[in-house]
């Protein structure tokens, strides 16, 4: 069964760092590409980075470039999101989910619960 | 980047209803399209992808269509489980982008 769990999130102050971390089982997980969307309170989906199996290819929203960096770890089949100077526009629950093998599309068919991430002072 | 463009925003509709979800690209994006439903605080579920091909375990009442730009949801009749907030996804190029969003509501 596959499975996605996120953890890290919480309440930071703007201008703050937060690692947020996607823990995975079920699936080869250096063979698939792995996203992640954040859904802001009350509001839609947005897509905010994306990364290959290998991890050599990562792919960012204008919002978050510069700020926030995916990473894995396909040793511990593991996903990361580094969120550096924090926003309130940030504030919203982050999902991992699972994209297609080898990069072949993005489309998510597996998804994590979600992790809220409040940035307020 | 592209702009996907929902339409309805929201939509009232009755079990049995046929419902109609349109999404429109701002640019050919060929059939890279998936439909996603999401119920209140759920996560995404992916119903359709590759425009017009049903995920595994998703209803056939389902109905995805279109290419290049634009694109429909159908639901033939609607089931009480498919109220729900529903998005179309470009999966075209980086930054992939989501629609708006049109939330399915019982009339």
């Known amino acids: 069964e596959v499975q996605l769990l996120e953890s890290g999130g919480g309440l930071v102050q703007p201008g703050g760092s937060l690692r947020l971390s996607c823990a995975t089982s079920?699936?080869?997980?250096?063979?698939?590409?792995l996203s992640w969307v954040r859904q802001a309170p009350g509001k839609g989906l947005e897509w905010v980075s994306g990364i290959s199996g290998s991890g050599d290819y990562t792919y960012y929203a204008d919002s978050v470039k510069g700020r926030f960096t995916i990473s894995r770890d396909n040793s511990k089949n593991t996903l990361y999101l580094q969120m550096n100077s924090l926003r309130a526009e940030d504030t919203a629950v982050y999902y991992c989910?699972?994209?297609?093998?080898?990069?072949?599309?993005?489309?998510?068919?597996?998804w994590g619960q979600g992790t809220l991430v409040t940035v307020s002072s | 980047d592209i702009q996907m463009t929902q339409s309805p925003s929201s939509v009232s509709a009755s079990v049995g209803d046929r419902v109609t979800i349109t999404c429109r690209a701002s640019q050919g994006i060929s059939s890279w399209l998936g439909w996603y439903q999401q119920k209140p605080g759920k996560a995404p579920k992916l119903l359709i992808y590759a425009a017009s091909t049903l995920q595994s375990g998703v209803p056939s009442r389902f109905i995805g269509s279109g290419s290049g730009t634009d694109f429909t949801l159908t639901i033939s009749s609607l089931q009480p489980e498919d109220f729900a907030t529903y998005y179309c996804?470009?999966?075209?190029?980086?930054?992939?982008?989501f629609g708006g969003g049109t939330k399915v509501e019982i009339k």
């Open positions: 996804q470009q999966a075209n190029s980086f930054p992939l982008t």
């Open positions: 989910a699972k994209g297609g093998p080898y990069s072949s599309n993005w489309y998510d068919d597996y």
């Open positions: 079920g699936f080869t997980f250096s063979t698939y590409a």
